[in-house]
């Protein structure tokens, strides 16, 4: 895991995501912060980059290639998987359906979006917080 990779966020609501670059910059992370709006770019981007991600955060319905579907191309592609690259589903909202596909694909986490600005920052915080102090096996490098 890179922990000061790029941190790929795969949200098509242009709402959603100019909230997110605000809370970023607020944070003032040192990471770069990549947008997609859906997860065909995402795909077309890890696929094709040689920088490994710190991690990705995906919302469940994209167009075109949805966050469920990313994750198994992810999850399945032996070069992606061997970059442990963190995968958390970040969305508006959360059914028990949901939830038990996105664990059965071993995603790292599951997250419902608060509703509140101030709960959104808090949210991002502590997920990058928490990866930042988490071990993966690829750690070190080469």
């Known amino acids: 895991m890179n922990k000061n990779g790029t941190i790929v966020v795969i949200e098509d609501d242009e709402d959603d995501k100019e909230i997110l670059?605000?809370?970023?910059?607020?944070?003032?992370?040192?990471?770069?912060?990549?947008?997609?709006s859906d997860g065909e770019e995402a795909l077309k981007y890890l696929t094709s980059t040689t920088i490994k991600p710190f991690l990705i955060l995906s919302d469940i319905n994209l167009p075109?290639?949805?966050?469920?579907?990313?994750?198994?191309?992810?999850h399945t592609d032996e070069n992606l998987n061997l970059k442990c690259i963190p995968y958390l589903f970040f969305t508006t909202s959360a059914n028990?359906?949901?939830?038990?596909?996105?664990?059965?694909?071993?995603?790292?986490?599951?997250?419902v979006k608060p509703a509140s600005y101030t709960g959104l920052s808090h949210?991002?915080?502590?997920?990058?917080e928490y990866w930042r102090e988490c071990e993966a096996p690829n750690f070190l490098e080469a």
């Open 96 to 111: 028990q359906q949901y939830v038990i596909d996105a664990y059965s694909q071993s995603v790292q986490g599951f997250f």
């Open 21 to 36: 670059v605000e809370i970023f910059k607020e944070l003032d992370y040192k990471n770069t912060i990549i947008y997609f």
């Open 123 to 128: 949210t991002i915080k502590t997920i990058v």
């Open 64 to 74: 075109k290639l949805s966050g469920f579907e990313l994750r198994q191309k992810i």
